[in-house]
C-alpha cells in the first residue's frame, strides 16, 4: 500500500457522528439513556430512518416495507404523501456502447476529446454490471473473479460521450509493484482529464464504506477530484437495512469536501435506481433533454414493436 494512502486516518465509520445532523437529525441520534458501549452493529441498528426515504427508496422500485404494525407509521406518512404528488419520470435511454480503448499505462490512455463519465470501486463491487444497465448492453464483461480489469477501458456511447470503466482497488493478492503501477495510471487519468465530468465511486449496499474505499476517497480529497458515490447490489439488502446503510453513508461522505452531497442506489440485477442514476449521468455530461424528447421516443418504441408483434403474428 502506497505511503500516500496508508497514512490516511482510517475513520470508525461512527465516532464522528453529531448529536445532530442537518440531513436528518432523528434518524442518527443514539438514545441518551445507552452509556455502555456499543457494537457498531448495535448502533447501525439504531439507526430509525423516516419515512421520506423509505418513500425515495420505494419511488427507485426496492419496495415497501412490510404490513405489519412496527412500520405503521411510516407507511401511513408516505401514504399521504404519495397522494399528494405522483411524478413518474420518463425512461431515459443511452445510444449504443461501444469499446474503443484500452489503457494499460499513463501513455496509452486516449487524447481528450468528448465529454466522459467513469465509474471506480473496489475490484468486483459491479462496476461493468453497472455500466452494461445503465446502457442496457452486454458489452462490457463482468465476472465473478476479482481484478478482471486491469486497464482503463473506454466505451463511447452513441459517440455523444465515453464511459469509463477502470481497475478494481483494494487488492489483497496484487503485488505491490502491480498495485503501484494500477494507482498511477488511475490517478494520472483522474488527476488530469479535463472531460472527466462526474467520477462515480462505486460501493457495495452491504458493507458500506471499507478501509479501501475510505483511503481511496481521502485520495481523491487531496488531489481535489470530485466524485459521486453510488451504492449498488442494493437488492442483496432488506429494506430496513438499505435504509440504514443510506442514511450511514450520507453521515460518512460528510467528511469528505469533494464528495457530492447525495447518494444514488441501484441494482444491476432488477435494475431499480438505474432510470434515476441514468439521468444524473447525461446531466453530467450536457446531453440531458426535455422530458417530452425521452417520452416521445418510448411512445415510438412501444408503437413499434406492437407493430412487430403484429407482423409476427400474421406469419
Ligand atoms: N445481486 C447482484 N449482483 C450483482 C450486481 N452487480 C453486479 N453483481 C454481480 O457481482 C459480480 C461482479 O460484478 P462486476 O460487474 O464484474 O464487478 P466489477 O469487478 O466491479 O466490474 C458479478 O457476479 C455480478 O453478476 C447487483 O446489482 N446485484
Ligand atoms: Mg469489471
Given at each position: ?173 496484487v503485488d505491490e509493484e502491480q498495485r503501484r503501477q494500477w ?133
Amino acid at each position: 500500500m502506497s505511503l500516500k494512502w496508508s497514512k490516511t486516518l482510517m475513520l470508525n465509520a461512527f465516532s464522528n457522528l453529531p448529536r445532530r445532523s442537518t440531513i436528518c437529525a432523528r434518524a442518527l441520534v443514539v438514545p441518551a439513556k445507552s452509556t455502555k458501549q456499543l457494537s457498531n452493529r448495535q448502533k447501525f441498528n439504531q439507526i430509525q430512518p423516516p419515512p421520506s426515504v423509505f418513500s425515495k427508496l420505494a419511488k427507485l422500485g426496492f419496495g415497501e416495507l412490510r404490513r405489519t404494525g412496527r412500520y405503521a407509521a411510516i407507511r401511513k406518512a408516505n401514504l399521504s404523501k404519495s397522494n399528494e404528488k405522483n411524478v413518474v419520470e420518463p425512461e431515459y435511454k443511452f445510444p449504443l456502447l461501444a469499446f474503443f480503448a484500452g489503457a494499460k499505462i499513463p501513455s496509452s490512455i486516449p487524447p481528450e476529446s468528448i465529454s466522459e463519465i467513469a465509474f471506480v470501486g473496489r475490484s468486483n463491487v459491479g462496476k461493468s454490471s453497472l455500466i452494461n444497465a445503465l446502457a442496457q448492453s452486454s458489452t462490457v464483461r463482468t465476472s465473478d473473479k476479482p481484478g478482471l480489469t486491469q486497464q482503463l477501458n473506454f466505451y463511447s456511447v452513441g459517440r455523444l460521450f465515453n464511459i469509463v470503466d477502470m481497475p478494481g482497488y483494494g487488492f489483497a493478492f496484487v503485488d505491490e509493484e502491480q498495485r503501484r503501477q494500477w494507482r498511477e495510471l488511475m490517478e494520472t487519468y483522474m488527476q488530469n482529464r479535463s472531460t472527466l465530468k462526474r467520477l462515480y465511486v462505486v460501493i457495495d449496499a452491504r458493507h458500506g464504506l471499507k478501509v479501501a474505499d475510505k483511503e481511496f476517497l481521502t485520495m481523491l480529497d487531496s488531489s481535489k477530484v470530485s466524485f459521486q458515490l453510488v451504492l449498488t447490489k442494493c437488492d442483496l439488502v432488506i429494506l430496513p437495512t438499505l435504509a440504514r446503510r443510506y442514511m450511514l453513508m450520507l453521515q460518512d461522505l460528510r467528511q469528505y469536501k469533494r464528495a457530492q452531497k447525495d447518494v444514488f442506489l441501484v441494482s444491476s440485477r432488477n435494475n431499480a435506481g438505474i432510470n434515476h442514476l441514468r439521468k444524473d449521468v447525461l446531466r453530467s455530461v450536457g446531453q440531458l433533454r426535455s422530458e417530452q424528447y425521452y417520452e416521445d421516443k418510448t411512445e415510438r418504441q412501444r408503437e413499434k414493436e406492437q407493430k412487430e408483434k403484429k407482423l409476427m403474428s400474421r406469419k
